[in-house]
Nanobody, 122 residues
């Protein structure tokens, strides 16, 4: 059983930056691909970014490509999401998740964190 806890969310002005962190415990972190998803009020949870176990491959949603960067440090059991050029439409609860299969499909992800709120003001 893997536990995930996100941090780093908050309120930021449009055009600003935030870095989210997600720390894993209770399992072998490097066994899993990791992903970030987000959910805005009244919306479905959507894919943001994913990274393979060894950081060899990354994938991004079109809406964040070029603005967000996913990375991981296996020795620290941590995955990051560096977010830049933030827009009001990036406002959502951001979740990290662990999967045996890397990619954008929500149902592939086995373990989820409780989420962290990101609010971007205009």
């Amino acid at each position: 059983q893997v536990q995930l806890v996100e941090s780093g969310g908050g309120l930021v002005q449009a055009g600003g930056s935030l870095r989210l962190s997600c720390v894993a415990s209770g399992g072998t972190f490097s066994d899993y691909a990791m992903g970030w998803f987000r959910q805005a009020p009244g919306e479905e949870r959507e894919f943001v970014a994913a990274i393979t176990w060894n950081s060899g491959l990354t994938k991004y949603a079109e809406s964040v490509k070029g603005r967000f960067t996913i990375s991981r440090v296996n020795a620290m059991n941590t995955v990051y999401l560096q977010m830049g050029s933030l827009k009001p439409e990036d406002t959502a609860v951001y979740y990290c998740a662990a999967s045996n299969v890397p990619g954008p499909t929500r149902n592939w992800y086995i373990y989820w964190g409780p989420g962290t709120q990101v609010t971007v003001s205009s």
